[in-house]
């Protein structure tokens, strides 16, 4: 069985597809605290289910503060295309589209502050 997890690291947060082996009940992870610090990629910010009407939100994969947001509703998008710049901890992160489509709401705007999985925008 595979399965996607969410990972938190240093205030950034990664989805990371396991392989569950074995037929053992329980759960998957403890929480464990992690104490040192290594660089890591961040992955991109992944669409999930949002509403009855197809859309599909594009969540923040970490706190931080909106710098700017390049698309508006209507918006036809690629797959690449950025979305969202995020500033966390003096780092510009940006969030690209996952998947073709056109926005259907914008949810933040510039200088917002977002939490780890807060919904960004929704595409269609």
Known sequence: MKTTLRISFEGKSYDVLVEVLGEEA?????PVPITSASPVALAAARPRAAS??????VVSPLAGKVMAVE???GSAVRVGQPLVTLE????????????????????????DTVEEGQPLLALQ
């Open 71 to 73: 698309v508006q509703p």
């Open 52 to 57: 009855a009407a197809g859309a599909k939100e």
């Open 26 to 30: 329980g759960p998957l992870l403890t």
């Open 88 to 111: 966390a901890m003096k780092m510009n992160t940006t969030i690209t589209a996952q998947a073709a489509g056109v926005v259907a709401a914008v949810h933040v705007g510039p200088g």
